[in-house]
Nanobody, 123 residues
């Protein structure tokens, strides 16, 4: 199983980025996909998850109303649209997968992890 996160970069506060998570080696349409982030010196925190069919979605409190998670099962890819970015959103963003109906907001809830993509928001 491989999860490839991409789309990170440097953006000014108030700007937007879209992250992608391309999956291979698994039946993508049967997996919940989660996004987590880890800032330097901090724990890896939950950002969002989306169920295999896209009908179950949850967000961390700090990103509600600003971030949108989505997926294309035809493309084996999940996305994280990040709007109104803040300096405190600076982190390495990871995507993760777990067989649906499992899902959760903890890192231990997920079996497979991607390598991460760095998002830096300047003030």
């Amino acid at each position: 199983v491989q999860l490839q996160a991409s789309g990170g970069g440097l953006v000014q506060a108030g700007g937007s980025l879209r992250l992608s998570c391309a999956a291979s080696g698994l039946t993508f349409s049967t997996y919940t996909i989660g996004w987590f982030r880890q800032a330097p010196g901090k724990e890896r925190d939950f950002v969002a998850y989306i169920s295999s069919t896209g009908t179950g979605i949850a967000y961390g409190d700090s990103v509600k109303g600003r971030f949108t998670i989505s997926r294309s099962n035809a493309k084996n890819t999940a996305y994280l649209q990040m709007n109104t970015l803040k300096p405190e959103d600076t982190a390495v963003y990871y995507c993760a997968a777990v067989y649906d109906p499992n899902r959760g907001t903890k890192t231990r809830d997920y079996n497979y992890w991607g390598q991460g993509t760095l998002v830096t928001v300047s003030s």
